[in-house]
């Protein structure tokens, strides 16, 4: 998942220095966690490491998304987390975007898309997500 280039190691689009442990032990930890989620549903995916971005600013409704899952054609392409929700939330809250975005990941393989409806809903349950979406506030 990690692209070492110089002193720093790339994730996504953020980038992280070496010597930032903590954030590497907690994305290698949950990196995991969502192979092991790939691996226990079968999830035909491109790229089946965690990907991490930068949270960007939030919309107009003042929102920003923690978690996406970008699908093809019934193909997982990816899962990623915002980098300061990997590094500041509690592990019930990382876990729980986790879960969420690998519904989404499950939902796509059998559908060829996904949305917050009753069928992405019903498989965020058996993940043991909560079946909505959440995001962070202004």
């Known amino acids: 998942a990690a692209i070492h280039i110089g002193s720093k190691y790339y994730y996504m689009n953020v980038t992280i220095d070496q010597k930032s442990e903590a954030f590497k ?39 920003t998304t923690i978690g996406q899952t970008l699908c093809f054609r019934k193909r997982v392409v990816y899962v990623q987390i915002a980098d300061k929700h990997l590094m500041f939330s509690s592990h019930k809250q990382i876990i729980d975007t986790v879960r969420h975005e690998v519904a989404h990941a499950i939902d796509c393989n059998r559908r060829g898309t996904s949305n917050h409806d009753e069928v992405w809903e019903k498989i965020a349950k058996e993940l043991g997500a909560l079946p909505e979406p959440v995001y962070t506030e202004k």
């Open 25 to 63: 032990k907690r994305y290698q930890y949950y990196n995991n966690e969502t192979k092991k989620l790939f691996k226990k549903y079968n999830v035909n995916v491109l790229n089946s490491n965690l990907l991490v971005f930068v949270m960007d600013k939030p919309d107009d409704e003042g929102l």
